[in-house]
């Protein structure tokens, strides 16, 4: 049965008049915190000690040069090379007999220039053996960590870069290149739960930051690689909350010392707050132009990317503004991240505000419902031939089958 619109269409239009009645406030915090950005810009020294020192609930961005500076796009070089992967996946489905997981990889090889062309292809992957299916821990007493739901996910972005390191080591030992991948460089996933270590150490250290070091290390006198990941607007607030820091009264902020007890709306801070760093940009930012450099202060960034820290700049393309992060290798050479500032502009305007590389990778990798179906009814038959049973739960056959 659809969803009946007729029930909630109040509630919608409840929704939508508190939005436009709250944009005047909106406004006026979004002038507030573009003053402050101005103001700050001019005593950066201090505004780098002060985030330093702060303690807050809130991630905050610190900046590499004055946060008000915004850079104008370089031209783009005459020949040069986009690659790109996307990924999606099927998970363990419990009411199975057989317990597996699919991951399919679409990438992309787009050349432009002298010897123009385009590779597209997907690589999918079936897991099912005992050590696909679980990471195990190396002490012989402690339980493995089943790969489902969000973990396989993190999985996904994990074999996204395998893929794309393999791809930029199979290119030719010359020319520029640009490795995109989709969303972000930091592993949130591994943050946001309590993952035992070695799931960590095997996802993210022998994994993630293994393939970004396989790309850092093919960049020579020939070849210059440069690796970044796109976000099509981003929620993040890290830029704004070191405004926050930058306006509290106190030198050495701390949220849960000096406010814990103050309620919201009554602290120097909340006077910006709900702004987000794209709307901070998108007033800052003229066409094709870039923000300053920013570190992401995330702890497992800090803890565990060392020489692939996380940097970011926002870009603005057409009417959107899009935040980039880049490994640090990228971000202090100077012509490796001009290339990813121009090549970036490049691809969206040849995809239409979105790089076209990383849609026709999604396109490549993107599992719809009729092939969820068909891979059900293949190893279905398979195993039927085999003798073996093709039970699933009542829950299962209930929702395959129509009642009413």
């Known amino acids: 049965m659809s969803l009946d619109l007729t029930k909630i269409a109040q509630q919608v239009e409840k929704m939508v008049a508190h939005f436009n009645g709250s944009g005047r406030q909106r406004q006026q915090r979004l002038k507030k915190a573009l003053d402050i950005l101005t103001n700050e810009a001019t005593n ?10 702060s303690k807050t609930s809130w991630l905050v961005a610190e900046p590499v040069d004055e946060p008000d500076r915004h850079y104008a796009s370089p031209p783009a070089p005459e020949d040069f090379t986009i690659i790109a992967t996307d990924g999606s996946n099927i998970d363990v489905d419990r009411h199975q007999l057989i317990k597996c997981y699919l991951i399919n990889i679409g990438s992309v090889i787009l050349n432009y220039g002298t010897n ?3 590779v597209l292809d997907s690589s999918p992957h079936l897991y099912s053996d005992d050590e696909d299916l679980v990471i ?21 972005g994990v074999e996204e870069c395998r893929h794309l390191a393999r791809i930029a080591v199979e290119l030719p030992a010359n020319g520029q290149v640009l490795a995109l991948l989709d969303g972000s460089l930091i592993l949130w996933g591994l943050v946001s739960k309590d993952y035992p270590e070695f799931v960590t150490q095997a996802l993210l250290d022998n994994g993630f930051l293994r393939y970004l070091d396989q790309m850092r290390k ?6 210059k690689l440069a690796t970044a990941s796109y976000i099509s607007f981003p929620r993040s607030t890290d830029v704004v909350n070191a405004l926050r820091v930058a306006i509290c009264p106190y030198q ?3 949220c849960d010392r000096y406010c814990d007890k103050i309620s919201w709306g009554k602290r120097e801070c909340d006077n910006i707050s709900g702004v987000t760093d794209r709307e901070l940009f998108s007033a800052l930012l003229d066409e094709k132009e870039r923000s300053a450099l920013f570190i992401s202060q995330s702890s497992i960034v800090k803890k565990r990317y060392g020489a692939h820290r996380v940097y970011f700049f926002y870009l603005k393309v057409d009417d959107e503004i899009a935040r980039i992060e880049i490994p640090e290798w990228v971000a202090v050479n100077e012509s490796r991240l001009e290339l990813t500032h121009v090549l970036i502009l490049d691809q969206c ?3 239409h505000g979105y790089p076209v590389a990383l849609a026709e990778a999604h396109e490549q990798a993107v599992i719809t419902g009729a092939d969820r179906g068909n891979l059900q009814q293949l190893m279905e038959m398979l195993m039927a031939e085999e003798c073996l049973p093709t039970t699933t739960s009542a829950k299962s056959r209930s929702k395959r089958t129509r009642w009413i």
Do not use: F, M, Y
Request: no cysteine; hydrophobic share 30%; charged share 30%.
């Open 116 to 118: 123009s062309g385009a």
């Open 349 to 351: 305007r040849r995809g």
């Open 252 to 254: 050495a902020p701390n």
């Open 44 to 53: 950066l020294d201090n505004l780098r000690k002060k985030i330093v020192s």
């Open 136 to 156: 195990t821990s190396p002490e012989a007493n402690r339980r493995g960590q089943p790969i489902e739901g969000a973990l396989l996910g993190i999985k996904r």
């Open 218 to 223: 093919l960049n020579n006198s020939q070849k």
